[in-house]
């Protein structure tokens, strides 16, 4: 003879959980009326709901967005930290990598750019906006704070994916800016690389300042910020004003393609087709810059 627990099957006459049906469930969604075990429980306004009445609901509940269209983010602007952060990491790898690999291969010039020198390495135009110097570290930590400083104010505006594209484009419009702007490389001489995420910083203030104006917002204080930062570009020997330049043009043009589309269900495709016309303006001005030599 066993003396085991015997198995406990319930009755038709108690209810059970459409998921779990060997759970008996006393507790009914207060949307659909069906039991729920305490695993397929989630709390309501009033009493608890199923978690497929919870699912329908996100189904169905149209997606908040920012007046731009992008999703909106609560808390904390997570590109931006992830940004500040891979900055952070990278100038760290600058100092522990010996040989100065990190800003050989990721560094922007002219020559890098050129094929006619049999070189042509495109993707240095956004890497490069991720070095900083490392014989000043002001150069980090002041383009950090702008960041920080911008990146709280237009990431929650423009949403998560919109921000990182008019960073990211705008840190290519900076070297684009350079490429124009700046000689050719001549054979002989030394080779100068351009770090920093100046241009991207830039093309922050362009966007800003197109997001302002378009909210009716007040821009002296902007333009005062841009004017200042443009003329120390000027007035400091190895800041490459070129790239300020090309960062400032091109975050405006990204925020004027987000901002100045007609809101409505083709809103995101026309965004994004404006962002991509902004990108292959920068290929197309690059690709002219080259043949040009």
Request: with cysteine; net charge positive; hydrophobic share 50%.
């Amino acid at each position: 003879m066993s003396y085991g627990i015997p198995s406990v099957e319930p009755s038709a006459q108690v209810p059970v959980c459409p998921r779990h049906p060997d759970r008996p469930s006393y507790v009914r969604c207060q949307r659909c009326g069906r039991p729920a075990c305490p695993e397929c429980q989630r709390a309501a306004a009033v009493g608890f709901q199923c978690i497929d009445c919870v699912n329908e609901t996100k189904r169905t509940t149209p997606a908040v967005r920012t007046v731009y269209g992008g999703a909106v983010a609560t808390g904390k602007p997570m590109v931006t930290f992830a940004i500040i952060a891979l900055c952070a990491v990278l100038y760290v790898l600058q100092w522990l990598i010996p040989g100065d690999e990190v800003y050989q291969n990721l560094a922007f010039a002219t020559v890098y750019a050129t094929p006619e020198y049999g070189v042509f390495e495109p993707w240095r135009m956004l890497t490069s906006a991720f070095l900083h110097s490392q014989g000043f570290i002001l150069h980090i930590v002041l383009n950090m704070y702008m960041l920080w400083m911008f990146g709280q104010a237009l990431e929650p505006l423009l949403g998560r994916v919109r921000f990182l594209a008019v960073y990211i484009l705008s840190a290519i419009g900076g070297s684009v800016g350079y490429l124009l702007l700046t000689p050719g490389y001549i054979p002989g001489q030394p080779l100068t690389g351009v770090v920093g995420a100046s241009g991207a910083i830039f093309g922050l203030f362009g966007a800003m300042l197109v997001v302002q104006r378009h909210r009716g917002g007040e821009t002296k204080q902007l333009w005062v910020l841009i004017a200042i930062n443009g003329v120390i570009g000027f007035l400091v020997p190895q800041i490459a004003w070129q790239a300020h330049l090309g960062g400032l043009v091109t975050g405006a043009l990204c925020a004027a393609a987000i901002a100045y589309v007609p809101r409505g269900p083709r809103q995101h495709l026309l965004q994004f087709a404006g962002l991509a016309a902004v990108l292959a303006l920068l290929a197309l001005a690059s690709w002219s810059r080259m043949i040009a030599g």
